[in-house]
């Protein structure tokens, strides 16, 4: 069974993430070979902050096992990250602090850049430089960068607007591939060499 959760990397309610992130789950659930496509909205779901917990203050209305229980059903990821001040947000770092005991391990994932100018490539270059360590989550060398978010994804864009065809066109592109590694990653994890036992933290 393939699942696939896209990671809505804002904290803010209603963000331009969230908006690319359905655009992404729509795509996924037009293929046949994806049984189920689901988002994960950390403004929804406020994770608390790794390394405290309720006698600091750090209540969380989410049930971090049940939520740990399902990414780790769930075979590969849609990372969509805003760019705030050229980083990613804190919520999205904090994130990959909670789920680095195997649960994302040897999983394919798509990382998309969201950016209200023309920026975006700072927080591909973040993700790729440091979440994946103890998570040993897999980045496609593929990735996807929406700019003048405000402007594309919407109900009422062109759709002879070539800018926007060209962002689908490559959206498309992306999403096919990342069912490729999905299905080919599964005999990596199946084989006997994947350990997150033998060697609990990447060097």
Known sequence: MTQIIVIS????PDSQSLKVSKVFKSSLMERGSVNNASILDLADQT???????????????VDIAELKKNI???????????EWHG??????????????GGELAHKPALLTAV???IGGAYPISELRASSYK?????YLPEHLIVRNVESVLNDNSAIDNDDLNSLMERLEFCVDLLIEYVNAFKRIRDSKVVSTKRFKNGM
């Open 9 to 12: 990397g804002s904290h803010r």
């Open 47 to 61: 994770l608390p902050l790794w390394g405290m917990d309720e006698t600091q203050g750090q209540i969380s209305k």
């Open 72 to 82: 780790a059903a769930a075979s590969g990821f849609v990372i969509v990250c805003p």
């Open 87 to 100: 980083m990613v947000p804190a919520a999205l770092k904090n994130f990959f602090l909670h789920f680095s």
């Open 115 to 117: 950016s209200s100018g």
């Open 134 to 138: 103890n998570s040993r989550i897999c």
